[in-house]
């Protein structure tokens, strides 16, 4: 049995949940408490020696980092998500790197100070806002200019690499992170959300905070 361990609200984790539902996988999504510091118990500890979510368990295989995750369970399961063409599969990684590196080492910084730095009471770092913004306006017109040229980042085939993207735009709203400059972009997520594997998930990231369940 696949077991996915994660948050709610951890885009990481979420990355990881939506590949297998867009693979369709039996899974079992199993929350851990990260306010509870459930995350550096001895248990968890066994499968992500790191502490943090996500991490899986495939019938006793233990694996961490999202990324990771994504692509061996697209490689299981021979997905044309992650084809095994070497060309193709290197302009994927490519991409998946880039929105990584480039977008989510910007993106995220935005999303802790605006979000969840107020919820957990910790001082915002406006200097980190304000360069994540300044970074994203370079690189999210890269993005908008490949969903110009293709349906998806990479072809007219959905990839693993977009999923990836989505996963780590799931707190957009919540962290007043506008993309109305990207209509590309902005059709592309739109477009994805009312897909089934994602549809099936969860309810709109907003509403998690809401959740009695949501850590």
Known sequence: MLTIYGSDLSGPAIKARLTASCLGLNY??????????????????KINPVGKVPAMDDDGFHLFESNAICRYLCDKHNSSLYPKDV????????????????????????????????LRGMPVNEKAITDGLEFLKQYFPIVEKQLSQHKYIVSQEISVADI????????????????????????????????????????????????????
Request: hydrophobic share 40%.
């Open 28 to 45: 079992k999504w199993q929350l851990v408490n990260l306010r509870e510091k459930e995350q550096k118990q001895e248990w968890f500890l």
């Open 87 to 118: 060309k193709k599969r290197a302009t994927i990684d490519q991409w998946i790197d880039y929105v990584s590196f480039h977008i989510g080492a910007n993106f995220v910084p935005v999303v802790y100070n605006r979000l969840f730095a107020p």
């Open 164 to 215: 990836i993207l989505l996963a780590l735009l799931e707190p957009t709203e919540m962290a007043k992170i506008d993309l109305g400059a990207y209509p590309k972009l902005t059709a592309w997520r739109a477009e994805l959300k009312k897909q089934p594997f994602y549809t099936s998930c969860y309810k709109e990231y907003g509403e998690m905070l809401k959740a009695p369940a949501s850590k």
